[in-house]
T-cell receptor, first 113, second 115 residues
C-alpha cells in the first residue's frame, strides 16, 4: 500500500499565479480530507468529500480556493489567484467510513512569493 | 464538540514510558478519543482511539478514566523517533453526525525524547 500520495512535494509560485495541488487517496477509502497547516493557525480542515461528493467546505478560506474530486482515486485543490498568505503546508488525508483513523499524505509545501 | 486540554510540552527519557495526559471534561457519550502524532515535516499519523475501554496496539496504549473526562496515552518504551507533537482529539462516533468528518486538531503536546 503506497499510502496517500500528494504532488508536488514543494511548490514555489509567484503571487497571482494559479496553483494546483493533487492527491491520490488510499484505494477503497471513501472519505478524503484537505488540511492546511501554518505556524500561526496550526492544522485547519479546509474541505472533505464522501464518495467523491463535497460534504463540508466551510473551512475553505475564500473563493480563490476550490477543490474537486472527479473520481475515487484523485482530488485537486486549486488556488487562483495565489497570494503570499496562502503559503503553508497542505495535507490530504483519506479514511474509511466508521471509527477509523485518517491516513495523511506527506504534504505539499507551498510558497507564494 | 468536546474540547481537549493538553500540556504544551513534556520531556521523556529514552527507554522510559511516556505518559501523555489529555483532559476532555465535556466529552459526550458518543464521542471517541483519538490520538495522532506529527513528526517534524511529516503528515500526522494515527496512533489509537477508544470510547470507554482501555485500548492497546503495537504503537501505544490508551487509558480512559471511568468518567471519560480524561485519558492518557502511554508510549511504553520511548525512543528518539517518538519525538513529535501528539494530538488528543474527541470526535463523534456516528458517521451521520454532521461533525463526524471535522477532525479538529488543537495545539497538541510537543514531546521530546532525550538520550
Amino acid at each position: 500500500d503506497a499510502g496517500v500520495i500528494q504532488s508536488p512535494r514543494h511548490e514555489v509560485t509567484e503571487m497571482g499565479q494559479e496553483v494546483t495541488l493533487r492527491c491520490k487517496p488510499i484505494s477503497g477509502h471513501d472519505y478524503l480530507f484537505w488540511y492546511r497547516q501554518t505556524m500561526m493557525r496550526g492544522l485547519e480542515l479546509l474541505i472533505y468529500f464522501n464518495n467523491n461528493v463535497p460534504i463540508d467546505d466551510s473551512g475553505m478560506p475564500e473563493d480563490r480556493f476550490s477543490a474537486k474530486m472527479p473520481n475515487a482515486s484523485f482530488s485537486t485543490l486549486k488556488i487562483q489567484p495565489s497570494e503570499p498568505r496562502d503559503s503553508a503546508v497542505y495535507f490530504c488525508a483519506s479514511s474509511l467510513t466508521g471509527n477509523y483513523g485518517y491516513t495523511f499524505g506527506s504534504g505539499t509545501r507551498l510558497t507564494v512569493v | 464538540d468536546a474540547k481537549t486540554t493538553q500540556p504544551p510540552s513534556m520531556d521523556c527519557a529514552e527507554g522510559r514510558a511516556a505518559n501523555l495526559p489529555c483532559n476532555h471534561s465535556t466529552i459526550s457519550g458518543n464521542e471517541y478519543v483519538y490520538w495522532y502524532r506529527q513528526i517534524h515535516s511529516q503528515g500526522p499519523q494515527y496512533i489509537i482511539h477508544g470510547l470507554k475501554n482501555n485500548e492497546t496496539n503495537e504503537m501505544a496504549s490508551l487509558i480512559i478514566t471511568e468518567d471519560r473526562k480524561s485519558s492518557t496515552l502511554i508510549l511504553p518504551h520511548a525512543t528518539l523517533r517518538d519525538t513529535a507533537v501528539y494530538y488528543c482529539i474527541v470526535r463523534p462516533g456516528g458517521v451521520t453526525t454532521d461533525s463526524w468528518g471535522k477532525l479538529q486538531f488543537g495545539a497538541g503536546t510537543q514531546v521530546v525524547v532525550t538520550p
